[in-house]
Nanobody, 119 residues
């Protein structure tokens, strides 16, 4: 049984930083593509960033230059470092696993961690 558990969310002021973590259990994801998404209240889920099997990274334009995805294989964990946070970054953040590495389908999702950025 695969589980993804996000943590690290919270309340931060504009310009602040947070680091989210996504810990996987049930199997190793050290060579698996993974992604972060977010969903603000009343909004559709939005792509945030992606880390490939070979640790290449891609980001949405809205977070590029501010957010960084990294992987800690020893802990089967993927991180999302968020800097220069803005109120519009307020959302629930979810990690997801892309077993086939296509960027199209995500087989496993976490329950999410909430980020609130105050102005």
């Amino acid at each position: 049984q695969v589980h993804l558990i996000e943590s690290g969310g919270g309340l931060v002021q504009t310009g602040g930083s947070l680091r989210l973590s996504c810990v996987a259990s049930g199997r190793s994801f050290s060579r698996t593509a993974m992604a972060w998404f977010r969903q603000a209240p009343g909004e559709e889920r939005e792509f945030v960033g992606y880390i490939t099997r070979s640790n290449g990274t891609y980001y949405s334009d809205s977070v590029k230059g501010r957010f960084t995805i990294s992987r800690d294989n020893a802990k089967n964990t993927v991180h999302l470092q968020m800097n220069s946070l803005k109120p519009e970054d307020t959302a629930a953040y979810y990690c997801a696993v892309d077993l086939r590495g296509t960027g199209q389908d995500y087989e496993y999702w976490g329950q999410g961690t909430h980020v609130t950025v105050s102005s």
